[in-house]
């Protein structure tokens, strides 16, 4: 189901000018074009969350009681404010019942409708994951294990698990956009390899707010790992690049890079015919430790190797 918020201010991102800041905009000049918004919006949704309302604005009252006559009590009207239900217009005027008036300012209320969206996110995550892993032959076990890993994600914030998926995708511009069930499954093989590296090596893996993966042992840290996924479309080895890139950026911005690189959901790579130009012009094909930073190229491992465990494992006991 789509979320939608709709501003009757406008957005802080649009032009001066298409700000409505006067009542004689809301009633007036803006309704024709505010009328129309409201009902493709409303029309299109079985819940419908006012919310800073205290007053009633005609065009946003005439609208939604037209609304509800069409559509009968196929609709829930709800609305958040700081005052009392008894004393808002508004709800007076649209018979939002007390019931569905909740008390709280624009941030407490966005703050709560964002854990709960993240709430349901991490839910779909391992129902879809559990799905596509079963399909193509996990055992209960790995099921089990995968269902236990992606349930840690329960409590991350709505914004950190946008930056999971945009990690997951290379691409960090992406962090804003809505999830999609093809993510999730994406996702899945190599989350449920971090399960299996987690459960051999008897670390346990704690999801972070910049979007990455610690292995702790106890309250030692271990390592930093990074999921990426192909999507089915892309072969290991033009993730490469992209890998280091994302990696580089991750380490500038948080002081901290990943230090293994779990990729699922690619095709099989085809045997190069000739030498290949290196992937990085400036770092060349291999890391140059540095005595304070560390390596600057993680260990990068296929979850479709068949060894990940094994080589993930060997890595942090040289560690």
Not at 22 to 48: G, M, S
Not at 61 to 81: C, H, L, N, P, R
Not at 129 to 138: H, S
Request: proline share 4%; net charge neutral; with cysteine.
């Amino acid at each position: 189901m789509t979320k939608t918020v709709v501003h009757l201010h406008g957005s802080v991102n649009s032009p001066n000018d298409d700000w409505v800041l006067r009542t004689e905009v809301i009633n007036n000049e803006w309704k024709a074009r505010w009328r129309e918004v409201v009902a493709r919006q409303i029309l299109a949704a079985p819940n419908v969350l006012f919310v800073g309302l205290g007053s009633a604005a005609p065009v946003l009252s005439e609208t939604v009681t037209m609304i509800a006559a069409a559509v009968g009590q196929q609709k829930a009207f709800y609305q958040a404010d700081i005052g009392e239900h008894a004393r808002n217009d508004f709800a007076q005027k649209l018979n939002v019942t007390k019931d569905r008036y909740i008390r709280g300012s624009w941030c407490e209320v966005m703050s709560r409708l964002a854990t709960h969206l993240a709430e349901e996110q991490a839910h779909t995550l391992t129902t879809n994951g559990t799905v596509i892993l079963k399909v193509n032959g996990a055992s209960d076990e790995e099921l089990a294990a995968f269902q236990e890993i992606a349930g840690r994600l329960r409590g991350v914030t709505l914004l950190a698990l946008g930056r999971f998926r945009a990690n997951a995708r290379l691409d960090l511009a992406s962090r804003y956009l809505p999830r999609t069930q093809q993510d999730e499954e994406w996702t899945a093989f190599a989350l449920n390899a971090l399960g299996g590296i987690s459960a051999e090596t008897g670390l346990t893996a704690t999801p972070v707010s910049t979007g990455m993966w610690h292995l702790k042992n106890g309250n030692r840290f271990q390592a930093q790992v990074l999921i990426v996924t192909g999507r089915g479309t892309r072969r290991m080895s033009a993730l490469e690049a992209a890998i280091r890139s994302v990696s580089r950026v991750i380490r500038e911005e948080t002081g901290m890079g990943p230090d293994i690189v779990l990729v699922g959901s690619v095709i099989p790579d085809v045997p190069p015919e000739r030498v290949s130009a290196p992937l990085d012009i400036v770092e060349g094909e291999e890391s140059v430790p540095d005595i304070i930073t560390g390596p600057r190229s993680p260990r990068v491992l296929s979850v479709d190797s068949g060894t990940v465990i094994k080589d993930a494992k060997e890595w942090l006991d040289g560690l």
